[in-house]
């Protein structure tokens, strides 16, 4: 679960602040998205998200990958051989959909 900040925080040396009503306004937008996301993005996006995609993943190197706003987890099939991941959403329907996704695939994935 996300710890929502009230107070100004310094995160590398850059202060933030979060908005708790915007953040929960965000928190149940991608929540609804979340039972079609993949096919609204799938039609507006079409084959070039596949070579972007590719191209993207294709780029990564190291041995663990912290992926943020992972949403439904499209980009898992992409990701290189032997890698680590983490991904987080602050979308708990989101990440659902992700957990479904990952655990077809033969690689290590935590989701947060």
Do not use: H
């Not at 990958?65 to 980009?75: C, D, F, H, Q």
């Amino acid at each position: 679960m996300l710890s929502i900040l009230s107070q100004p925080e310094i995160f590398y040396g850059v202060v933030t602040t979060f908005n708790q009503k915007k953040t929960a306004r965000a928190k149940k937008k991608w929540d609804r998205n979340a039972s079609f996301y993949d096919f609204m993005t799938r039609m507006m996006e079409g084959k070039k998200a596949v070579e972007w995609y590719t191209m993207l993943w294709a780029n990564v190197k190291g041995p663990k990958i912290l992926e943020v706003g992972v949403g439904t987890g499209r980009s898992f099939s992409y990701y290189p051989p032997g890698v680590d991941v983490t991904a987080i959403d602050i979308s708990e329907r989101m990440l659902a959909k992700a957990k479904q996704k990952a655990e077809a695939l033969p690689i290590p994935i935590t989701l947060k």
